[in-house]
Structure formats: structure tokens, C-alpha cells
């Protein structure tokens, strides 16, 4: 049976989440704080996974319904959809600035600056007054 906005604004919370199926694994979590999520769930290598769509109020059913259906076109063409938004995410932001390693060369300059000369070389920093570019950092996989 397909969802219908009448069941969808009428859905009340209950003492636990409640799941209204739509089909394909889409559906709307009522959860007992009164909200109202959009949720599609899938299997990708096995493995079943949830994708976030959006709550009610902001996304209405139709737009819900676009959403899966996007994803769900992009799991056929063999990409996992929620790996594609992590990366997606990621170069929006930037990826590196809070990196381990952006962070740790700039903990590293502020203390060559305090520290004596050999401490600073011992650490990796040549010239105590530049950054601790000589430094390397192994990248950390996703998983």
C-alpha cells in the first residue's frame, strides 16, 4: 500500500519508533520526540544500510519520493548512495583543514616556536621558524 500525506500528517508518536512503509524500503520514522523522518533502507554487498531523505515539515512526500527514486537509480548504476554523499560532503568542505595532519603540523609550529632549536629537528621542524612541512602523515582509509 502506498503512503498517502493524510497517514503521513495524522502519524502520532508512540513510546518507540514507528516505521510507515511505502515500498522498496522507503519510509516514513516517526520517532517518540514527534519527528518525522524520511529514510530509505537498502543492501549493498550484503550489507543493509539506511540513507537519510529528509524530515517532514522540510520535505514533503512527493519530494521524499524524487529523492529515493534518485537513489535508488544511482545504486543501479553500482554506486552506493550514502558512500556518494560522504564524498560529496567531503570535497565540499574541503577535505583537509581539519585533517589529523593539518592539525597536528599546526600544533607542532606553535610549539617550535616555544621549544628549543633541537627539540624542534628532533620533531621534524628544520627551521623552527617555518612550518613542520618535512613532517609526513599517513592517510587514513574509509572504510
Not at 55 to 63: D, F, K, M, T
Request: include cysteine.
Amino acid at each position: 500500500m502506498a503512503l498517502t500525506d493524510i497517514q503521513v500528517r495524522k502519524a502520532k508518536p508512540v513510546e518507540k519508533p514507528q516505521r510507515l512503509f511505502d515500498g522498496g524500503g522507503f519510509y516514513l520514522e516517526v520517532t517518540p520526540a514527534g519527528g518525522k523522518l524520511w529514510r530509505w533502507k537498502y543492501r549493498v554487498a550484503g550489507k543493509e544500510k539506511r540513507l537519510a531523505l529528509g524530515s517532514y515539515p522540510e520535505v514533503s512526500l512527493a519530494e521524499a519520493c524524487e529523492k529515493h527514486m534518485a537513489a535508488r537509480k544511482t545504486l543501479a548504476n553500482g554506486i552506493d548512495p550514502g558512500e556518494q554523499r560522504k564524498l560529496e560532503k567531503l570535497v565540499r568542505s574541503g577535505g583537509s583543514e581539519n585533517s589529523f595532519g593539518a592539525i597536528a603540523l599546526e600544533l607542532l609550529a606553535m610549539r617550535t616556536k616555544k621549544n628549543a632549536k633541537s627539540t624542534a629537528v628532533r620533531n621534524g621542524c628544520n627551521d623552527p621558524l617555518k612550518t613542520c612541512s618535512g613532517v609526513n602523515f599517513p592517510r587514513r582509509r574509509h572504510r
